[in-house]
């Protein structure tokens, strides 16, 4: 079973290429405004490397947000012509459980102006948000000792960016298959944003 692995919702192109649970390839550059244009190469790279074609793949997994609005649509756009030309099966899991992975943590990654995407996580398991909060807000709730995931320097602490390629296989019990891939849609939390404007 080949599987492939894109996020695009973030500063970062990231794809990841698995043989059942072995990384046979991966891909985590930043390319902020430049996935689209990144993304073909480096895919093509990527099944080469491993002497794979694309019609080797046999699943897709990506994140379906929140994130940039552009950044969301790309891999999503790219896996659900991929897997419905191909009929093979189409996995999303949230942009902040990729971060996350199996971690007690607070994801943080910026939604611009003074924003940010958050998600509070004990071993893995999500117990509050996602949600798009001020930065000054997030600050405020955090504690001393918490360990903040993604874009730290939002909320006065050091940026922590994982392997998110390996993040994917890491936390595959919360692949979510999609029923219909063309039905697949972006989780971008604009309203909520929206909502707590000040």
């Known amino acids: 079973m080949i599987?492939?692995?894109?996020?695009?919702?973030?500063?970062?192109?990231?794809?990841?290429?698995?043989?059942?649970?072995?990384?046979?390839?991966?891909?985590?550059?930043?390319?902020?405004?430049?996935?689209?244009?990144?993304?073909?190469?480096?895919?093509?790279?990527?099944?080469?490397?491993?002497?794979?074609?694309?019609?080797?793949?046999?699943?897709?997994?990506?994140?379906?947000?929140?994130?940039?609005?552009?950044?969301v649509r790309i891999a999503m756009t790219i896996a659900k012509v991929m897997c419905s030309l191909r009929?093979?099966?189409?996995?999303?899991?949230?942009?902040?459980?990729l971060f996350a992975g199996n971690e007690t943590c607070t994801?943080?990654?910026?939604?611009?102006?003074h924003r940010a995407y958050t998600?509070?996580?004990?071993?893995?398991?999500?117990?509050s948000g996602p949600e798009a909060l001020p930065t000054d807000e997030i600050m405020a709730g955090l504690k001393a000792d918490e360990t903040v995931i993604g874009d730290g320097h939002l909320v006065g602490r050091e940026d922590n960016i994982p392997d998110l390629a390996m993040r994917f296989m890491e936390i595959r019990g919360q692949w979510v298959k999609a029923e219909n891939p063309d039905l697949v849609t972006p989780e971008y939390l604009k309203s909520i944003e929206a909502y707590r404007a000040k």
């Not at 099966?89 to 902040?96: D, E, G, K, N, R």
């Not at 994801?107 to 102006?113: E, G, K, N, T």
């Not at 998600?119 to 117990?127: F, L, M, P, T």
């Open 119 to 127: 998600a509070v996580y004990e071993a893995g398991k999500r117990i």
């Open 87 to 97: 009929s093979i099966p189409l996995y999303t899991v949230p942009s902040l459980d």
């Open 3 to 71: 599987t492939l692995c894109m996020d695009t919702s973030h500063i970062y192109l990231v794809l990841a290429l698995y043989r059942e649970e072995e990384l046979l390839g991966s891909v985590q550059k930043e390319c902020w405004k430049k996935q689209s244009e990144e993304i073909f190469p480096c895919l093509e790279t990527l099944l080469a490397d491993a002497g794979l074609k694309p019609e080797d793949i046999d699943q897709v997994v990506i994140t379906s947000g929140p994130g940039s609005y552009t950044g």
């Open 107 to 113: 994801v943080v990654l910026d939604a611009r102006s």
